[in-house]
């Protein structure tokens, strides 16, 4: 299928869903199609098992600096996939959650149901830390059950991308769940 194409690799401190020791290293292919539409394909691989992964974008797909914003209505929603750039910041404001961007900030690429998975262990931990009578410990609670309810896309829910660099990308499993607002501040001549 290529014509022309062009690779890069990258590496970001994402430790393997798999082993959960290896480290996994990205790599961007971009090939140009003779009508000059693009695809870009990801490639995920770990350094020390054999996990790989692929995924095949349409360069169509708006990676532009800006706000994403997906709806999260019913169990389709849930295998809208994600990636988040580790300089943007991921909110489901409906309840209260957020990942703050950051060299440290964990790297996503997952689905909304992976997303929903993490945020749930996360407020686990904090629960399980509360002291027995912290009053706190009802409104955990109460988050937690949401979350559960948003898992089976019982409670709707907006997932907000907002990536001032670009880069980040979703892919919704129904385009009319999907807004996205483009940062003013940019020119955007290139993805
Ligand atoms: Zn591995």
New binding site residues.
């Given amino acids: 299928m290529s014509e022309k194409s062009k690779e890069t690799e990258e590496e970001f401190s994402f430790i ?1 869903p ?2 959960k ?2 480290k996994i290293f990205i790599k961007k292919t971009v090939y140009e199609l003779p009508d000059k539409d693009q695809m870009l394909i990801i490639k995920f691989e ?1 350094n ?2 054999n ?1 790989t992964n692929n995924d095949i974008i349409p360069l169509t797909t708006n990676m532009e600096p800006g706000i994403k914003l997906l709806k999260i209505e019913n169990e389709e929603d849930l295998k809208s996939k994600i990636y988040r750039s580790p300089i943007a910041k991921l909110e489901i404001p409906e309840l209260e959650l957020m990942v703050e961007p950051g060299p440290s900030a964990n790297f996503y690429y997952t689905n909304v149901e992976g997303i929903l998975d993490r945020f749930e262990s996360a407020v686990l931990i904090y629960f399980d830390n509360l002291q027995t009578n912290d009053p706190e410990k009802n409104e955990i609670q109460e988050l937690l059950d949401n979350i559960a309810k948003a898992k089976k896309g019982e409670l709707p829910v907006t997932l907000k991308l907002t990536d001032e660099g670009g880069g980040s990308y979703i892919i919704p499993q129904n385009e009319s769940k999907y807004e996205f607002i483009r940062s003013k501040s940019v020119n955007s001549n290139d993805i």
Wanted: include cysteine; hydrophobic fraction near 10%.
């Fill in positions: 393997c798999s082993c020791q290896g770990c020390h098992c996990f």
